[in-house]
């Protein structure tokens, strides 16, 4: 079993930046493609970004342009650079890891927040 740790979640002002990373631990060996789902209050859990170990990636239309992922694959890491953040950003955002891309995982960190706001 794969465990993930998130870290970098925060308060910020609108047109700002933040940088969410995620690493997993543990027996990891079928993890193919890790990433960031995101649920704001009332709302769905929706992806946002995702990318493989061969470096594939996939961006929800409202964050493409303003969100980068990327990912190290020695360190098991995935890193979400946010910018140009927007109040419709906030939400609790949760590291997902599994074996496809477009699909979440069994494997979930515990979520970390994002305010937008001034």
């Known amino acids: 079993q794969a465990q993930l740790v998130e870290s970098g979640g925060g308060l910020v002002q609108p047109g700002g930046s933040l940088r969410l990373s995620c690493a997993a631990s543990g027996s990891a060996f079928d993890i193919y493609a890790m990433g960031w789902s995101r649920q704001a209050p009332g709302k769905q859990r929706d992806l946002v970004a995702r990318i493989t170990t061969g470096g594939s990636t996939f961006y929800s239309n409202s964050v493409k342009g303003r969100f980068t992922i990327s990912r190290d694959n020695a360190k098991n890491t995935v890193y979400l650079q946010m910018n140009f953040l927007e109040p419709d950003d906030t939400a609790v955002y949760y590291c997902?890891?599994?074996?496809?891309?477009?699909?979440?995982?069994?494997?979930w960190g515990q979520g970390t927040q994002v305010t937008v706001s001034s």
């Open positions: 997902n890891a599994g074996s496809s891309l477009l699909i979440e995982g069994d494997y």
